[in-house]
């Protein structure tokens, strides 16, 4: 289906992917809300630290009725190698929005030192690719003066960091997975838009309530040059070690609910419902996500214990 708007609108849209100059600027990274389960893509200092071989698939479908919504599918896999204190990483995203494609390739280091007893601090460093394409076929041009878009395929690359202080109740964060702020332009070189660099904190605590309950509150903050500070809370509950239930809040944005089951030991599937609370809200049906996680012990952990974070 073709969408009936401008390039010039095309330009507005990169704006929500990358804050344009001068007057769009916008939240640019893809936003999952169960961002808790795949902390390596948005901190590379996490890979390698769940002490098993992880590979996490996740797919997001935002705003269910809006034409051109954004569909982002993401894949990680990370583990340790068996050198102390180093993991290895890979991931994939592909974030689609109306006629543009991001796909995202990278690679992630982290080292984990000790402490003290019982807490560890990991440093990570992110290297990849982004490409971006635009499919000139899905608009209808009206105006022949628009700028061609035939040739606004950009490429860039990307070098990110991050911190992970944790321990086996807690877990503090700090990264960014781009430092590079990448300008693109159209044909006659006008700037379009500016990809900035976000800055990611997290935290999280697991209480245990008693030997069949367990209650993690977390918190996610973005921060990007040209957008408000996004903040995310939720709080989800372990059952039995099996069931997870729970609460997710994003400020003016959104409300969610989010469900998971650890099939075994290896396998946990989940899923997110998030409603808008937003005007664009009443232009849509809410976002669906849902992962699957698998995972395989290694000799530096016996065992998957399943665990909470």
């Known amino acids: 289906m073709n969408i009936k708007i401008s390039k010039l609108f095309v330009f507005m849209l990169l704006g929500c992917m990358f804050s344009a100059a001068p007057d769009v600027q916008a939240q640019q990274d893809s936003q999952f809300t169960q961002y808790m389960y795949n902390t390596v893509s948005i901190n590379s200092a996490y890979a390698g630290t769940r002490g098993s071989l992880s590979m996490l698939g996740d797919y997001r479908n935002q705003w269910i009725g809006l034409d051109g919504a954004p569909e982002t599918l993401n894949f990680s896999v990370h583990s340790p190698i068996g050198v102390q204190g180093v993991g290895l990483g890979l991931g994939f995203t592909s974030d689609k929005i109306g006629p543009s494609v991001e796909s995202i390739v990278t690679a992630d280091f982290s080292y984990t030192v000790n402490v003290s007893e019982g807490t560890q601090l990991s440093f990570g460093l992110k290297g990849g690719f982004s490409f971006l394409d635009i499919d000139p076929t899905k608009l209808v041009i009206y105006d022949p003066n628009d700028y061609d878009l035939s040739e606004n395929n950009y490429r860039s690359p990307i070098i990110g960091a991050g911190l992970y202080l944790h321990s086996e109740n807690w877990y503090l964060g700090l990264s960014s997975p781009n430092f590079l702020e990448t300008d693109h332009y159209d044909d006659v070189q006008v700037s379009t838009a500016t990809e900035k660099t976000h800055v990611y904190f997290i935290a999280g605590y697991v209480f245990t309530l008693n030997p069949n309950l ?96």
């Open 214 to 309: 367990k209650l993690k509150p977390t918190l996610l903050a973005k921060a990007v040059s040209g957008a408000p500070l996004a903040i995310d809370v939720s709080a989800n509950a372990l059952l039995y070690d099996r069931v997870t239930l729970g609460l997710a809040y994003r400020f003016d944005a959104a409300v969610s609910a989010l469900a998971g089951f650890q099939v075994n030991d290896n396998i946990m599937i989940g899923y997110a419902y998030d409603y808008d609370t937003t005007p664009l809200g009443n232009y849509n049906d809410g976002s669906h996500e849902i992962f699957l996680r698998f995972e395989l012990g290694t000799k530096l952990r016996a065992k998957v214990n399943p665990r909470f974070f």
